[in-house]
């Protein structure tokens, strides 16, 4: 589901011609404060919202982001 959420919206901003640069708040999920006590899941299971894995393995939001990076419009000089 997130990875839906980097690739839609990643395709749009490079779509808009003076975008430079795509920023994550984070690359692994092994720092990210959002597994702290006050952001935890519900269901108890570890926030995996940046494009690595806490093992620094490529998590599906890289591939979305990869993915939206190399459209036609992502691809310009």
Same mark, same amino acid.
């Given at each position: 589901? !997130?990875?839906?959420?980097?690739?839609? #919206?990643?395709?749009?901003?490079?779509? *808009? $011609?003076?975008? %430079? /640069?795509? &920023?994550? =708040?984070? !690359?692994? %999920?092994? #720092?990210? =404060? &959002?597994?702290?006590?006050?952001? *935890?899941?519900?269901?108890?299971?570890?926030?995996?919202? &940046?494009?690595?894995?806490?093992? #620094?393995?490529?998590?599906?939001?890289?591939?979305? &982001?990869?993915? /939206?990076?190399?459209?036609? $419009?992502?691809?310009?000089?």
């Amino acid at each position: 589901a !997130i990875a839906n959420i980097y690739r839609d #919206y990643v395709t749009m901003m490079v779509a *808009e $011609s003076n975008m %430079d /640069a795509v &920023l994550t =708040w984070g !690359i692994t %999920d092994r #720092y990210t =404060w &959002l597994n702290g006590p006050r952001t *935890e899941r519900p269901d108890g299971k570890p926030q995996r919202c &940046l494009p690595f894995f806490a093992d #620094y393995t490529p998590a599906p939001a890289f591939f979305a &982001l990869r993915d /939206a990076l190399d459209t036609p $419009s992502g691809r310009r000089k």
